[in-house]
Structures are given as structure tokens and as C-alpha cells.
């Protein structure tokens, strides 16, 4: 728990992750031969359908094509979970999508919204002379401290904990998306 509260994971996680995925890209040249290189494979079978093949995995891809301004087209693969044109597709268990379905980019943006939050957390826990972690134990109103001032600062800390605790389940839906766990959509 104390990992996730207080926001050490940094977002190279994330980009790592990324990294690390097997990812399939579109380029003109792989429409017309097999991809050799290592990673899932693109064949085409049409002039708007594809299949990657990873392993004993595959999936029925749709490509879109756009033109470009000085003549010539542009591919994409459409992205089979959200419809999004993307360059660049990854696979993730028995998943085939872009990041932003695989939740990797989001993963980031969710770490440093947390850090932010434990941060300004601990800001008013200082000035209540309380100790520092959103975990970490209440005391009451510090000595010399106005009552308007304390109830201020205490529903403050209410709304900055509430707020980081759903921003944690929204992490840990993420991380379960990343997991394969939901949202499988297979052609
Ligand atoms: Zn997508």
C-alpha cells in the first residue's frame, strides 16, 4: 500500500513498459512484403484489412489511409478497441491495441497527479503540526491555531485524501486493463 500511496513509482515505469511490448507498425513497405524483423508481423490481405500475426496469436486489423499534401497516401492501422488511427499497435497478453487503450499513458499522468496530491497532502499535514502521509494518523487542532483556520485546513485535507483515493482505483483499473484482465477484444 505504501508504494502505491506515496506515489515512488516514477513514470519511466510506464514508458518502459511500453517499450517492452511487442508493437506492430504499419509502414508502406510492410504492405508489400512480410515484415522480417523480430515482433508481431503485419500482413496485408486487402487494401483496407490486415492481419498481425504474433506467435500463434493474430488479429484482423482494418487500415485507413489519408492523403498526404503533395501527393501519396498515408497508412494507419485502426486501432480494433477504440478506432483510433495509430502508426503503431502493441500487444498486450491476448490484446492487440494502441497505448492509449492499453492504459500506458494514462498510467503516467495517473503517478504524477499522485505525487502531486501526496504532496500538497503533506503540506497541510505540516501545518497542523500533524505527521506527514496520507496514511498517517490525525491529531487534532494544534495550540494556537484559530478554529476557522483548522476546520479549513481539515476539509481541505478531506477533499485532497478523497480525491487520491479515487485516483488509486483509477490506477489500479488501469493496471488491470494493462493485465488483460478486462476489456478483451479479439477479432
Ligand atoms: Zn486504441
Known amino acids: 500500500m505504501g508504494s502505491i500511496l506515496s506515489g515512488s513509482r516514477t513514470q519511466r515505469g510506464g514508458r518502459k513498459a511500453l517499450e517492452a511490448l511487442p508493437t ?75 497505448r ?35 496514511l498517517a494518523p490525525a491529531a487534532g487542532k494544534p495550540p494556537g491555531m484559530r478554529w476557522g483556520t483548522f476546520h479549513r485546513l481539515a476539509g481541505e485535507l478531506d477533499m485532497l485524501t478523497d480525491a487520491l483515493v479515487g485516483n488509486v482505483v483509477k490506477w489500479i483499473d488501469g493496471a488491470e486493463a494493462m493485465l488483460g484482465r478486462r476489456g478483451k477484444t479479439t477479432v
Open 100 to 134: 492509449v487503450c492499453l492504459g500506458l499513458r494514462y498510467g503516467c499522468q495517473h503517478e504524477n497527479r499522485r505525487a502531486r496530491l501526496v504532496r500538497r497532502i503533506d503540506k497541510i499535514r505540516v501545518r497542523l503540526g500533524w505527521p506527514p502521509g496520507p
Open 24 to 98: 506492430a507498425r504499419l509502414t508502406l513497405r510492410v504492405l508489400h512484403a512480410v515484415n522480417r524483423a523480430p515482433g508481431p508481423v503485419v500482413r496485408p490481405e486487402s487494401s483496407d484489412l490486415a492481419t498481425v500475426v504474433h506467435g500463434h496469436q493474430q488479429w484482423l486489423v482494418e487500415l485507413s489511409v489519408t492523403p498526404l499534401n503533395f501527393g501519396g497516401h498515408r497508412r494507419w492501422m485502426v486501432c480494433p478497441e477504440c478506432g483510433g488511427r495509430r502508426e503503431a499497435l502493441h500487444v498486450l497478453g491476448d490484446r492487440l491495441a494502441c
